[in-house]
């Protein structure tokens, strides 16, 4: 990553606030990895879209102090909304997805367990994909990282997507695609399963909430190869890598 350094920090009130605080893991970043020092101008991130410019004024042992000299809409943002929803992964799977699929431009990430689903969640894990969310956005120069939430249920996760357009459900059982990927517009909602796939059952509770079957081919792909994919699929047709 070129140019300046950037780092996420809470709501920034400009311009009646032109100093602010960085702390907590961001600081530690600063500090540590990326070696701020006073004077370094870097960018700052409150989740709103925009980028403040700023210059390091002060650095303690816990926290940094830079002033802002300058605000800019981010302009990679995607203008398609992309929702990946993904069946909980074991290991360090879950990370890979939801950092290559932050860097890809989705707009929101699912996570959720489903009956052959052999991973498990936890507060701490669920911290650590949105710090991953985090750095990747800062690595591809997003304004934005996309929240990571989790679903302990897959007609719970199916729920939250009912208002896009496209709701598309990779199914290594689907024998056709219901719908051409080549047609999709505006938003996007996707589906993987995890390491074990979806039941009957599920395939049928998705297609009774408007979801339609996609198919990746005669291969079987691995779950994060999946999501991966079709992530990559959708953001290219919605116009996002062209």
Known sequence: MSGRKRFFTEKINYPEDRQVVLEGDEF???????????????????????????????IGKRSLTAQITSVADGDREPRARIYL???????????????????????????????YCAAFMSANKMERLNKVAREAAKQCMRSLAPEVVYFEN????????????????ACEFAERSDTDLKNIKDCAAIVV????????AEFK?????????????????????AAITLTSLAAFVLGELG
Not at 95 to 111: D, F, H, P, S
Not at 193 to 200: D, Q, R, W
Not at 205 to 225: D, H, M, N, P
Request: hydrophobic share 35%.
């Open 193 to 200: 399963g995890s390491e074990g796939g979806f039941s009957e």
């Open 85 to 115: 929803l993904c069946g909980a992964l074991k290991g360090d799977k879950t990370e890979l997805v939801v950092q290559k699929a932050t860097e890809l431009g989705v707009y929101k990430i699912g996570v959720f367990s489903s009956e």
């Open 205 to 225: 509770l998705a297609k009774s909430l408007g979801f339609s079957q996609i198919t990746l081919g005669k291969r079987i792909l691995r779950a994060e190869t």
């Open 28 to 58: 530690i970043h600063a500090k540590t990895v990326q070696r701020v020092e006073e004077g370094t101008e870097i960018i700052l991130l409150d989740g709103s879209g925009k980028e403040y410019f700023a210059i390091v004024c002060s």
């Open 154 to 169: 897959l007609n719970d996760a199916l729920q939250s997507a009912q208002d896009y357009e496209n709701k598309l459900f």
